[in-house]
């Protein structure tokens, strides 16, 4: 049972592509961020390149977090829309030699620049390093929906991986539904949740997300869904403070 954090890593390109002197300081910050919210949280997931923008390795940013925290439990996001089989499994082996948890497998958001899709899809790649007893090794997770529709997720079940991330969700129907369908069958379910703030408003908007059912009591909300599905990720990319205001009081 673990209440996780999510983190961005720094971007590479901002306009321009950083310098070194510019990188190592984002670098910094973000190492400073992990440190101090690893102190009031079971877990971290580091994301792999947001709305296709390039950003550090996820797995390097993991490394970073647990090379300084080295009972942190670490998941990473790894995107399939812009890499072959070989990048991934080169990925997934150096999330095994960097002692990270596990990995999330997504299509990921396409680049602004490049090639748009590799046509990989996440489902085939976990059923497929399953096979390959990856997942002896590692945790291996798919994304859902947060109202999924269970007859179109068959190929996702049939994976088998360790668990789900849910995408943002935003009552506590949503999760209860999911987790009475999915938990029984052996999988983990960890329901993400956006905190509520202004600074967040812009994100909600992005994802149509409606959180009047828990921003007046974001600590309550969270508990909830604690209890109910034994995991929670909390999402607050615009608004630090926030987050380690709600990671305290819980």
């Known amino acids: 049972m673990t209440i996780i954090y999510e983190l ?3 971007k590479v390109i ?5 310098s070194h002197r510019e990188l190592q300081e984002s670098v910094n910050r973000f190492k400073s961020k992990s440190v101090e919210v690893g102190k009031i949280c079971d877990g971290m997931h580091v ?7 390039p950003r550090i390795s996820p797995i390097t940013a993991g490394f970073f977090i647990k090379n300084s925290n080295n009972k942190i439990k670490i998941t990473a996001s790894v995107r399939v829309r812009d890499r072959n089989h070989t990048s991934i499994t080169q990925t997934i082996c150096d999330a ?3 002692d990270l948890n596990g990995v999330l497998i997504v299509k990921g958001d396409p680049p602004p620049t490049g090639p748009k899709d590799s046509k990989l899809i996440p489902s085939e790649v976990v059923k497929q390093f399953n096979e390959q007893g990856f997942g002896e090794k590692i945790d291996l997770y798919l994304s859902i929906s947060s109202n999924p529709d269970f ?9 088998q991986p360790k668990g789900f991330f849910t995408q943002v969700i935003s009552s506590i129907d949503q999760v ?3 987790v009475d369908k999915l938990k029984p069958q052996g999988f983990r379910i960890i329901p993400c949740i956006l905190l509520a703030s202004d600074l967040n408003q812009k994100s909600a908007q992005m994802l149509n997300l409606d959180w009047s059912e828990y921003n007046k009591d974001m600590v309550k909300f969270v508990k909830e869904v604690h209890k109910i599905a034994g995991d929670v990720l909390l999402s607050s990319p ?6 380690l205001g709600v990671l305290r009081n819980l």
């Open 47 to 53: 994301t792999d390149s947001v709305l296709g923008i």
């Open 238 to 243: 615009n608004d630090f403070k926030v987050a």
């Open 151 to 159: 007859d179109k997720i068959h190929k996702k079940i049939e994976a």
């Open 176 to 178: 209860t539904t999911i």
């Open 8 to 10: 961005n890593p720094p």
């Open 96 to 98: 095994i030699l960097l």
């Open 14 to 18: 901002q306009n321009r592509i950083l």
